[in-house]
């Protein structure tokens, strides 16, 4: 069965801490997404990767970055955490070709104080 | 601009009834469509796609209608029930890998 794991279901930070949220699929997948999820807006993209250390930047990026070092990993890190980054964050993972689903994690619940 | 809009927030049946959610999407050139399930405490799992040069197509009890004339997607569930209580996006390919999200549509079933 396909898996998309991210490392915490919880998390709490205060304002100006360095946070990395990890996610690993297990698939082969090429393609690997952080969205991030909030009420009223859906999901928005911050940034995907397409290959090992490859990045492109989503809808917004601002106030993140992220790392692909392997395959199969892809961490999402936020460099000085703010309020306004309080939210679900989501990690996704599909196969490069042109019409492919996305296999989603369970989502990282970020609260910043 | 962007924009992947749903008509109903929240949309109420009794268990048994047909389900119909809407979607609008405003990009002409989209080719992919896709319908996501989220229930509670659990990411998006996916539910049915659909590409550009269909009109619809057929799942298991559910159904995804595409109306490129209004730009308009629908999915259907047909004798809902209980657990198919959720939350449910539909999505828009847009550009290389790219998916836009709508906003949602809850879903709750009484029985």
């Known amino acids: 069965d396909v898996k998309v794991t991210q490392s915490s279901r919880y998390l709490v930070k205060r304002t100006g801490e360095k946070v990395f949220l990890e996610c690993v699929q297990d698939?082969?997948?090429?393609?690997m997404f952080w969205y991030r999820q909030d009420p009223g807006l859906g999901l928005r993209l911050i940034y995907f990767s397409y290959d090992v250390k490859m990045k492109e930047k989503g809808d917004i990026p601002e106030g993140y970055s992220v790392s692909r070092e392997k395959k199969e990993r892809f961490s999402l890190i936020l460099e000085s955490a703010s309020t306004n980054q309080t939210s679900m964050y989501l990690c996704a993972s599909s196969r490069q070709s042109p019409n492919e689903k996305l296999f989603f994690g369970s989502g990282t619940q970020l609260s910043v104080l | 601009g962007e924009s992947v809009g749903l008509h109903l927030p929240t949309l109420s049946v009794q268990e048994g009834d047909n389900s119909i959610i809407n979607c609008a999407y405003s990009n002409s050139a989209s080719d992919y469509f896709i319908w996501y399930k989220q229930e509670s405490g659990k990411g998006p799992q996916f539910i049915i796609d659909?590409?550009?040069?269909?009109d619809k197509r057929q799942g298991q009890r559910v159904t995804v209608l595409l109306n490129k004339t209004v730009k308009h997607l629908s999915l259907q569930i047909a004798a809902t029930q209980p657990g198919d209580s959720a939350v449910y996006f539909c999505?828009?390919?847009?550009?290389?890998?790219?998916?836009?999200f709508g906003t949602g549509t809850r879903l709750l079933v009484s029985p």
């Open positions: 659909i590409r550009s040069n269909m």
């Open positions: 698939m082969d997948h090429e393609n």
């Open positions: 999505a828009e390919k847009r550009g290389f890998q790219k998916l836009v």
